[in-house]
């Protein structure tokens, strides 16, 4: 784990939806120097296990991979998060969504098309379909799909009115609001809310 890499096990999943969960993998947006929930290709397969993207039999084949392909995995891990948090903050701030970041997404999704696959599900004694990914062969850089089709099926059809920033001061999480009256304001009342708690209780203190 590197210098600012965050224990993931103790990551807080606030989200709503694995795509903004996945952005959630950097411990601040708005700050100067932040802390990475992936330091490491095994940490963003683990990340997909606990987001229930990859099931036990994909983590094999993924940590099979090479290693000299794992390492450019996980930039390109690290630059579809930032696509993806380029396209989730314009959205949430209502400003137009950024092309190039687009176009990256569309790029991720073209490349791991050939790992999707659509098969009768073994569980209803193949009367219904289900839509899988089968790693079998696949270079690491197919690790990226399962995360970039859940945020192009979250684009397409999530209720991204929802969609908020949280105003904490190390924070900038992304999150879906499922309030009845629309009112959450912070990513967590543990971190911000809490924080932002003590800051009020100490201005009316002094
Ligand atoms: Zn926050």
């Given at each position: 784990m590197g210098e600012s890499g965050k224990n993931l096990e103790n990551i807080e999943i606030i989200?709503?939806?694995?795509?903004?969960?996945?952005?959630?993998?950097?411990?601040?947006?708005?700050?100067?120097?932040?802390?990475?929930?992936?330091?490491?290709f095994d940490d963003f397969l683990r990340w997909n296990v606990m987001a229930d993207l990859i099931g036990p039999n994909g983590l094999r084949r993924l940590r099979a991979t090479e290693e000299g392909d794992q390492e450019a995995a996980l930039a390109a891990v690290h630059r579809?998060?930032?696509?993806?948090?380029?396209?989730?903050?314009?959205?949430a701030a209502g400003r137009p969504l950024?092309?190039?970041?687009?176009?990256?997404?569309?790029?991720?999704?073209?490349?791991?098309?050939?790992?999707?696959?659509?098969?009768?599900?073994?569980?209803?004694?193949?009367?219904?379909?289900?839509?899988?990914?089968?790693f079998h062969g696949a270079p690491a850089v197919a690790a990226l799909g399962p995360v970039?089709?859940?945020?192009?099926?979250?684009?397409e059809l999530g209720d991204l009115d929802r969609l908020k920033e949280c105003p904490g001061?190390?924070?900038?999480?992304?999150?879906?609001?499922?309030s009845k009256n629309r009112s959450r304001q912070w990513c967590s009342m543990r971190t911000c809310g809490?924080?932002?708690?003590?800051?009020?209780?100490r201005q009316r203190q002094a």
């Open positions: 989200g709503g939806h694995p795509a903004i969960d996945f952005v959630n993998t950097v411990s601040a947006w708005n700050a100067p120097s932040t802390g990475d929930y992936l330091a490491s579809l998060r930032d696509s993806l948090h380029e396209i989730l903050a314009a959205r950024p092309r190039e970041a687009l176009e990256h997404l569309n790029d991720i999704i073209r490349r791991t098309a050939a790992w999707r696959r659509l098969a009768a599900d073994e569980e209803t004694d193949f009367r219904d379909i289900c839509c899988l990914w089968d970039a089709w859940k945020a192009a099926e979250l684009l001061e190390s924070c900038g999480w992304l999150f879906l609001d499922t809490n924080a932002a708690k003590v800051k009020r209780f």
